[in-house]
Each structure stands twice: as C-alpha cells, then as structure tokens.
C-alpha cells in the first residue's frame, strides 16, 4: 500500500477533487449565477470587493441617470453626458484593487523572507 | 501507568490497537506495528531486504503521491482580469476614452494593467521556483538552502531562470533543477525531461545575514590570502555575468527609459579586506 492508496494519497485525491454541490433545481441555478458574478466560491476578500463593485456600479449608474435627467431627457448637451460619465467613473475606486494587489505582494514578500514560500496572494489575506 | 509483559511501559495506541480482533485485510494503519511486520515478514531490526523491498516497489509503486495539476498561464492571466472590480474598472475606461477623457481612461488603465501583472506574475513565476527550492530542500535535507537565498537573488533567479529559459527554448523541457552548494560556489543546474542536464548559473551566494552560520561559510572568510583573491575575483565574474544579462534583458527598454541595474549589481573598486568585500557585495 504506497503512494495515493494510503490514508494520506486519499486525503490528497480528496483536496484536489472539488466539493460537488447537493443543491438541486432553482438553488443550485441561483449559486451558479453567484459564482459567476464571484459572490461565492472564492475568498472573503474577493467576495467583499466584487460586492462593493457592484453596489458602486449601481450607485455610478444612478448618478448618471440623476445627471441626464436635470436635462428633461430632451436634447442632451455632449457635454452633459460627459459630465455624467465623469461623475459616476469618478466614483469607482480605480486604485482599490492595484493597492489591494501590491499590499499583498508585498506580505508575500514579508513571508518569503521568513521561509516560507507563497505561490497564491488569495492566501495571504487572512493571515 | 500500564506495563506489558517485560515491565516496559506501553503506549496507550498499542493497548487500544490490540483491542478486539481485526479483520486480515484490514489496513495497515489500524493494526498493531507487530501485525503488519509478521504480515510483511520483516525483521523489526534490520527492515526490509534488498529484494523484499524490490518486489514490493514492483508491485505497489513507488510511495508518492500524484502531484496537483498546475493550472495554465492563461487560467491565471483569466483569474486576474475576469473578477468584478476589474470588469467595472475596465468598463469605465472603454467609457472614458469613448468621451475623449484620455487621461482618466488612461489612469484606470495603467491601474488595472499593474494589478493584473502584480497578480499575473505573483501565481505565475513563484511556481517554477518554488518547485527549484522544494527540491533542493529534499536533495539536501540537512542544508536549507533557501535560507541562504536572499529575497532579491531570489527574484532574480525567478526572472533569470524563466527567461533564460523561454529564451533557450527549454521552459517546456526543464523539469528539475539541482542546487549545489561548492565552498562558495552555488551552482544551479536545471535536468530536462530527457536526463540531460545544462547548467543555468554558476554564482556565489551572497547571504544578507551576517549572523547565518550557512552565510558565514560562504563569505570571504577564507584562511588563505590566495583563496580570498580567488574567491573575489570569481564573484566579480559572476556579477559581471549577472550585469551582462540584466544589460541585455533591458536593452530593448532602453530606448525608452533609462534603466540602470539595480545599486547591487554596479560594481564597485574592488574591496581592499575580506570583511570589506562581504559588505559591500552582501545583497
């Protein structure tokens, strides 16, 4: 009894194969479409962050709406609509995910110096 | 605290292992040590025999366990860019210089740009090295090695041996690489899929730790006077090979920035003592 037939090669094929999900019907339609937009599945930080993009997507949305409507919906000015573009760009935190990236570049690089070896940044983020 | 029959004290696995009868083909791991020696007919003191344990490989395999599958570059490249805050970000840069807004849709760009390659090449190059460390650790059990690499010679091996690599055409053949610890001289040689072996760089490890005991035996402190100039005249070879390969790695953006090495790769006058020398050239 070597390698994957030991107790241990079992826990091993156990990791590497995923977790197939029991839900059936609507439920399981609904947690696909989640995963696909990233709302499970992933990390709690990935999970928070794609949250907060689509509640700044949607609130981007509305103050654009907001700023073409002060125009009746008639005749919009060019340089309405590109007021209403920059406010609701201007609302996305464009630097959130370089700063996100580079802070845990940089925690990996704190624990390589300490031996110990990251290859996935999404595991730095709980420690 | 229980005894067996000699007076020696057992252990609480063995008394509750030796519970109850167990079935013949029960696994080895839920049967007392004893069982399993008797089933495999070995003497507890001199192990397994050449051919027993030859027979054995024939039949079981070797005992290791299926290594994970390694995802393609381009899951990871797809793993950066397709998540929610990336696809807004990039959203409102398609939106910006439809509006001629070249400066913040240029903004956003270069942002989602750096994130995507901090991340791209943090899941995508570590691999290859950590695979190079994970092996040098199990050749050379009793000498960690990667505690002798300093982070930043890290990073260059990352850089260097993947594109040296690429460049040689052996990305794809490499399948595992040797460190070799030589006095001084580290010695990293990488073996193809077909036995071959080609050596990637010969250097000198430079420790950052002057309290490493490791770092000591491969500093300067040599006894000879000769060994020392030898010593320092090899590692001035090979930071000029290290500096020939960082100058022709960043010749093509030279055009457009002026991209000088990094302050530990400029050489500098020679150093007049031992000490000296492992100051200055300590990364």
Redesign the interface.
Known sequence: MTGMTTELGKIAEALENKQESSKTGFRLYLEKIRRALGLEGTTPLQIKLNKLAYWILLIACILAVIVVSSTGYHDIPSSIAIYAVAAAVSLLPASLIAVVSLTLAVACQDLAKRNALVRRMDAVETL | MSTNEKGEPASNITLVLDKGPLADDA???TLPAGTVLSRFGVDPKWGLTMDRAKE?LLK???????P??KPSRMKIFLAQVL???????MA?TA??LA???WI?GG??AL??V??VY??FS??CL??L??TL?TEALQRNGKR?I??LLS?RL?VLLQLFSVRILRRRGRAGKARSAQFQMKRWLLVISFSSRSGTSFPLMQGYCLGTSATSSATKRCSLASPSPCQRRQAQLRIRTVRLVIARIWYRLTSHFQDLTSCNPPSFLRFTPAPRSPKDALVALSL
């Open positions: 696994p080895p791991h054995i079981d395999g070797p005992n290791r366990l299926k994970p599958q998540n929610a805050m990336t696809i807004v970000l409102a939106v910006s509006t001629t807004d913040s903004v956003i942002l989602v750096i994130n901090v991340g943090r899941e570590p691999p090295i950590n460390l960690p990667h505690s982070p890290e």
